[in-house]
């Protein structure tokens, strides 16, 4: 009964802790009423659907091991749409070595399955199959038709969460370099960007990455990139035997290695300051889901939705 009040109380306007008591306080007394109405304003569906959640926010941040070895993981993902060139590419299809960092990048008319599996067996000619693809759930990856070619090529697709480009966060780090630094390269006709595109990828993989300290194409090659803008660098590949190159490579991987575990230990304890650790939800539990996209007109819409009951807890 008491509990049924307070409900009453608050469903007035939803309002406060503070302004449902004194609302409550001027009709009945009620004992250890703060703690009831607390109760009842966490249990709000209105309000667990429309209020912001304020404070540490749950789940903490959970780094995607690394091999020790170039070539295992890719980070794969589109970006786009850019303006139409006169060969009709808008999109370009970003591929990232998780562990050397080396990044290619390939001027694309559309973010189709197509397009994609035409450039990652493109990738396979030269550098065969990795372990693992890591994308978001984009039509092009989400299919048949990508599962079919994982299966076939025996390679592990790892789809990340809608609404988290965190977890695919490799690209999403080079798409928000690659924007600018295109824009001001093709400042002059923006149509003519994918010209750069091609300077922009050796740059990339020629300068030393933060969390190996190595460039790119070091780690994978074990030798410094040869551009025409740095003639004066020596010729190394010519003056050095062959097992001088593999010491020296597996040396730069290790160095890579434990500076990239340096780097993911560093962001965890950053990240996790302001997490809390997420709770274990149990079959027919009542949740809601965090609204990720407002557009126009979207603004007094609930921050969440749901509720939603849960039919099974995956391990």
């Not at 966490?42 to 659907?49: E, F, G, Q, Y």
């Not at 589109?78 to 290619?104: C, V």
């Not at 999403?172 to 370099?177: N, P, S």
């Not at 890579?256 to 990240?271: D, G």
């Amino acid at each position: 009964m008491q509990t049924e009040l307070i409900k009453l109380a608050h469903e007035k306007g939803h309002f406060s802790s503070a302004k449902t008591e004194e609302i409550v306080k001027t009709r009945i007394f009620i004992p250890n009423l703060s703690k009831q109405v607390q109760n009842v304003i966490i249990n709000c569906v209105s309000c667990i659907l429309a209020n912001k959640k304020c404070g540490k926010k749950e789940g903490f941040l959970n780094p995607i091991p690394k091999e020790d070895v170039p070539l295992s993981t890719y980070h794969v993902d589109f970006i786009g749409p850019l303006p139409s060139t006169n060969k009709r590419y808008q999109h370009i299809l970003t591929i990232i070595d998780a562990f050397t960092k080396f990044t290619w990048l390939y001027p694309v008319k559309s973010p189709t399955l197509e397009d994609a599996l035409d450039k990652l067996k493109l990738q396979q000619k030269t550098f065969g199959n990795p372990k693992r693809i890591i994308t978001d759930k984009g039509s092009p990856f989400n299919s048949k038709g990508f599962d079919d070619y994982c299966t076939e090529e025996k390679s592990q697709n790892l789809q990340i969460t809608t609404g988290v480009p965190r977890g695919n966060g490799q690209v999403e780090r080079i798409h928000r370099t690659l924007i600018p630094v295109l824009t001001k390269l093709s400042i002059d006709d923006p149509t003519k960007w994918y010209k750069f595109v091609d300077r922009l990828q050796r740059i990339l993989n020629s300068t030393s990455n933060r969390s190996t300290k190595w460039s790119p194409f070091e780690l994978l090659t074990g030798v410094t990139m040869r551009n025409k803008e740095d003639l004066y660098l020596r010729n190394l590949l010519m003056e050095e035997m062959v097992e001088e190159l593999q010491e020296q490579r597996n040396q730069l991987r290790q160095d890579a290695k434990r500076n990239i575990q340096k780097i993911q230990a560093e962001n965890k304890r950053t990240y996790d300051r302001k997490r809390k650790k997420a709770p274990m939800y149990q079959k027919g539990d009542l949740v809601a889901i965090q609204r990720t996209q407002f557009g126009s007109g979207l603004k007094l819409r609930p921050k969440f939705l749901g509720p939603y009951k849960v039919i099974e807890v995956k391990p």
